[in-house]
């Protein structure tokens, strides 16, 4: 199946450029490029919901403090740096 994207001339030089460098085939290049973004995007997904999945699980468990216990850590923990 064949997709047709328009690009900005811009951008359309960097892709080429990159190309250029590696000896390779624009349309290869560009589908590598789609492919890996495609695969970090679906990794990040999955981080995300494993994250919040540890949050809930630690939440049912009773792991959790309020929230002025985490403001009070962030405010000693950030002003500490700034006497230095």
Known sequence: MAIVVTLNPELEAL???KAARQGQDVGLVA???LARVLEWEEQDSEEAIK???QGLDDFEA???RS???FADEQR???SNRHKG
């Open 62 to 64: 009773g792991r959790f």
């Open 67 to 69: 929230f002025q216990e």
């Open 51 to 53: 994250g919040i999945q």
């Open 76 to 78: 000693r923990k950030y």
């Open 15 to 17: 892709l080429r450029d």
């Open 31 to 33: 589908s590598e490029l």
